[in-house]
């Protein structure tokens, strides 16, 4: 559901602007972050791919709440 508030995570680029991608090897960062759904703090995750010199990618699908 709030899949497309993550599509792109501005801080995520600035904070880690020297970050590269490797030939042969996808590097990803892992953001754990929390939403407030109204009645509880949940807490979920969402995978994002280095594209470019400091530049990433949502990586489909993966925005998962943590049980």
Do not use: C, Q
Not at 48 to 60: H, L, P, R, T
Request: charged share 20%.
């Amino acid at each position: 559901p709030y899949t497309t508030l993550f599509r792109s995570i501005p801080a995520l680029e600035k904070n880690h602007a020297d970050a590269v991608p490797v030939e042969g090897i996808d590097v990803t960062y892992t953001v754990n972050f929390v939403i407030y759904d109204g009645s509880s703090n949940v807490n979920w995750t969402a995978v994002y791919k280095v594209i470019g010199n400091g530049k990433f990618e949502y990586v489909e699908d993966s925005m998962k709440k943590v049980e």
